[in-house]
Every structure is written in C-alpha cells, then in structure tokens.
C-alpha cells in the first residue's frame, strides 16, 4: 500500500508514504477449533509495556529460506538475530485471515509454558475497498464498484472471529495504513475521493467490531513528511476526532500509528534539506504537534512509531515524498517501550524489512514511478514480495547494529 501524501504545503517536496505489505498468501498448518480462554485479559494503559511482540514465524521463514542462503558471515547470522525481532503481521487479504487464530494459539502456548516477558499478537488490518487510492503499487483485492465495503465488513468480522476465542491475549492493531491521510491531503485524486465514504465506513465499522477487552487499536496518522505540514495537521486531527466521535469513541482505540513503512527519524537535532519547509521535520516533532489538537478533538493522543527502517539519518531521498525501496537505509531501533517521550506507546516494527515497496518494472501493472526513480534500489520486485537486496541493504546499515 503506497500512501501519497500530495498536499498544497507538501507540494515542492512531493511528500508522501508508503506502506507495503505481504501480498504472498503463506502457508500455516491447519488450527483446531480453539476452546473459549478461561480468562479475559482487558487491557488498559500501554499495551507494550511489559510485554514483547511476537516474532512472526512468515517474515522468519523468509528470512530463513530467502535471506541466510545468500548472505555470507558474518550476516547469515545477524540475519538470524533479524527473525527473533517481533513484527506485526499484515492482513492485507481476506486469505491470510486464518493466521491470526494461528498465531494467537501460538502465543498462548508460549505464555502458558512461562514467556518472559509474556508476549502479545501484532497485526496489520489492510484490506479497505479501493485501497491505495493515490498509487499503484499495492492496489487491494476489493472494489467498492463490487460490493468492496460489505466484503470488507465480512473480512472484519472474521478477523473478530479469530481473536474472540483468545481473549487471554493481548494483541496490538495498526489500522489501515495510508487510508485517512489520503482523505486530508488527496481528495483531489478521482480515486481517493470516490473511496472517501467506503473508507470512513470502513474503519469506523473496523474500530467498533474489533473493539475486544484484549485489544488495542492504533489508527494510522502518515508520518511527518505528509500530514505535519502546517496545512495538513488539524484537517487530520479533525478527521480523526470525527470518525472516533461517529464509532462512539471507542475504549480500545489507543491511538495513532506514525512513519508505517517510511524512513523518517523519530528525533533528529539538523532538520535535513529534503523537509524544508516543515517545521515537523521527525516523527517527535509530529507526534508532540499533533497530540494538543487529538486532545481539542477527544481523541486519545497515544502513539506508536514504526522504526524498522530509519536506522540510518538523514536518508538518501532526493525528495521527502520519495518512498519506494529507498537506497542507503537501514534497520532502526529494536521493539521497545522505553521511547523517552510519554506520548510514545512503543518503537515497533511494522514494516517487516526485505518485503519490498513496489516493482520497478515499468511494465508491471502495479507499476508506482516512485519505484523507478535514482533514489530506490533495483531492479525490485512487487510489493510485499521478498527483496533480497533489500533486506542485505537494511541489515548491513542497522542501526544499532546486529
């Protein structure tokens, strides 16, 4: 999914996001009926606090099959210290919805047997109707034209069905990355305002059926490079007030999500040149601007920051708005809860990196020009699918490192 985040102030930069996903459906052994959990566990406060993210045994098999086969030491087995890093899983199609019963059995397993610290489930929901609405490179399986927000509702529904039988879980949610920036800053695109009702319905319908005691939910907020600008920021925290005020402010609706599958610092002290322009030039800039107006519209200011893939700073971006497999960066910070900023859940992992943004062949349909440009690696393949260049490219300029 590619969010663009084209605004009047973002206009000489081109600012935008991205956020790519799994488009590979992968294979998981047959679950059993899972037995009703003998306790409910209700969150409230941090969910990251005292807790790990479970790593993803998909984005480890990758790792496994794809990657330590063609790294040579010392990064075959830094590769391996990559695959115990927790990461959020993205449901970015009806099919992989079975993963999440999966996993949370899993999950369970391993905090009946003593995990310390106890471990919680982390996933992405990304399957809106007419999703990616400003770009092409990770277009969705449904259409609006084709009964696209029922199908969507269905597809929350069985996502509710998975995590019902495990309410002793705790599990984080990112909700629909790039979906409401792009109805602050992209309304002008044909696309994004035909889907602008399918999308407020649909995460609306997402923040009420999916609003479970052992749940917390973090909406997506862009970073700062597409609603920081001055312009953008308090149509956003608008727009986000209004949808948590129209789903009846939902109790398990913690907060935002910020820099989903970008590049962005979370604190840098020189503003680089390619942000000119916005005064919210890092993720901590944004987030502490944006808290106050979340708060003038009851909406929880909470945060989450995605730092998979900003460990080296400032970027090799000509452009702020450049988003697609962005030469030069690196792993950032591990999953933490110690952000040293109190509106700051947790640095996490969102973007599981070696997952590429989008192809860089020309002829592709899901071709972005964003994909081709001097400041993104190639040749590249499809979004979502395995870039092994990319993923040699994260591991050896992580920072820290591995």
Same mark, same amino acid.
């Given at each position: 999914? %590619?969010?663009?985040?084209?605004?009047?102030a973002a206009?000489?930069?081109? &600012?935008?996001?991205? /956020?790519?996903?799994?488009?590979?459906?992968?294979?998981?052994?047959?679950?059993? $009926?899972?037995?009703?959990?003998?306790?409910?566990?209700?969150?409230?406060?941090?969910?990251?606090?005292? !807790?790990? %993210?479970? #790593?993803?045994?998909?984005?480890?098999?990758?790792?496994?099959? @794809?990657?330590?086969?063609?790294?040579?030491?010392?990064?075959?087995?830094?590769?391996?210290? =990559?695959?115990?890093?927790?990461?959020?899983?993205? +449901?970015?199609?009806?099919?992989k919805?079975?993963t /999440?019963? *999966?996993?949370?059995?899993?999950?369970?397993?391993?905090?009946q047997a003593?995990?310390?610290?106890?471990i919680?489930?982390?996933?992405?929901?990304y399957?809106?109707?007419?999703?990616?609405?400003? #770009?092409a490179?990770?277009?969705?399986?449904?259409?609006?034209?084709?009964?696209?927000?029922?199908?969507?509702k269905?597809?929350?529904?069985?996502i509710?069905?998975?995590?019902?039988?495990?309410?002793?879980?705790?599990?984080?949610?990112?909700?629909e990355?790039?979906?409401?920036?792009n109805?602050?800053?992209?309304?002008?695109?044909?696309?994004?305002?035909?889907?602008?009702?399918?999308?407020k319905?649909?995460?609306?319908?997402?923040?009420q059926?999916?609003?479970?005691?052992? /749940?917390?939910?973090?909406l997506? &907020?862009?970073?700062?490079?597409?609603?920081?600008?001055?312009?953008?920021?308090?149509?956003?925290?608008?727009?986000?007030?209004?949808?948590? *005020?129209?789903?009846?402010?939902?109790?398990?609706v !913690?907060?935002?999500?910020?820099? =989903?599958?970008?590049?962005?610092?979370?604190?840098i002290?020189?503003?680089?040149?390619?942000?000119?322009?916005?005064?919210?030039?890092?993720?901590? !800039?944004?987030?502490?601007?944006?808290?106050?107006?979340?708060?003038q519209?009851?909406?929880?200011?909470?945060f989450v920051?995605?730092?998979? !893939?900003?460990?080296?700073?400032? *970027?090799?971006?000509?452009?702020?708005?450049d988003?697609?497999?962005?030469?030069?960066?690196?792993?950032?910070?591990?999953?933490?809860?110690?952000?040293?900023?109190?509106?700051?859940?947790?640095? =996490?992992?969102?973007?599981?990196?070696? $997952?590429?943004?989008?192809?860089?062949?020309?002829?592709?349909?899901?071709?972005?020009?964003?994909?081709?440009? @001097?400041?993104?690696?190639?040749?590249?393949?499809?979004?979502?699918?395995?870039?092994?260049?990319?993923?040699?490219?994260? +591991?050896?300029?992580?920072?820290?490192?591995?």
């Amino acid at each position: 999914m %590619i969010g663009k985040a084209l605004s009047v102030a973002a206009l000489a930069v081109g &600012a935008q996001a991205l /956020v790519a996903s799994p488009v590979v459906t992968p294979a998981v052994s047959a679950r059993a $009926e899972a037995a009703p959990a003998a306790t409910t566990t209700t969150i409230t406060g941090n969910i990251f606090s005292g !807790r790990q %993210i479970y #790593a993803n045994p998909y984005y480890a098999s990758e790792i496994s099959a @794809s990657a330590i086969p063609s790294l040579a030491a010392p990064y075959n087995t830094k590769a391996s210290a =990559v695959a115990k890093v927790g990461t959020f899983n993205w +449901l970015d199609s009806a099919a992989k919805v079975p993963t /999440v019963g *999966t996993y949370l059995a899993d999950i369970r397993k391993q905090n009946q047997a003593g995990a310390s610290p106890p471990i919680i489930g982390a996933f992405v929901v990304y399957d809106l109707p007419n999703r990616d609405c400003a #770009a092409a490179a990770s277009n969705g399986e449904y259409s609006i034209a084709n009964n696209g927000l029922a199908n969507y509702k269905t597809y929350i529904d069985n996502i509710k069905a998975q995590i019902t039988p495990y309410s002793d879980v705790p599990v984080a949610l990112i909700v629909e990355p790039d979906s409401l920036a792009n109805l602050v800053t992209n309304l002008n695109v044909a696309n994004c305002s035909a889907a602008q009702d399918a999308y407020k319905q649909g995460v609306t319908y997402a923040m009420q059926q999916l609003n479970l005691p052992n /749940v917390q939910m973090y909406l997506d &907020a862009g970073h700062a490079g597409w609603l920081g600008w001055s312009a953008n920021i308090q149509p956003a925290a608008q727009l986000f007030g209004s949808l948590y *005020t129209s789903a009846g402010k939902p109790s398990q609706v !913690r907060g935002l999500a910020t820099n =989903v599958a970008n590049y962005n610092a979370f604190s840098i002290a020189s503003c680089p040149s390619y942000t000119q322009g916005d005064a919210n030039c890092d993720e901590k !800039r944004y987030v502490n601007a944006l808290a106050p107006l979340l708060q003038q519209q009851g909406f929880p200011a909470h945060f989450v920051t995605d730092t998979s !893939r900003n460990g080296v700073q400032p *970027t090799q971006q000509q452009a702020w708005g450049d988003w697609c497999n962005v030469v030069g960066t690196g792993f950032g910070v591990r999953p933490t809860s110690n952000t040293g900023d109190a509106l700051v859940d947790a640095f =996490v992992w969102i973007k599981p990196g070696g $997952e590429g943004d989008g192809t860089s062949d020309t002829s592709a349909a899901r071709y972005d020009f964003h994909c081709g440009l @001097s400041d993104a690696l190639q040749p590249a393949p499809q979004a979502g699918t395995w870039f092994q260049a990319y993923f040699a490219q994260l +591991l050896k300029n992580a920072n820290p490192a591995f």
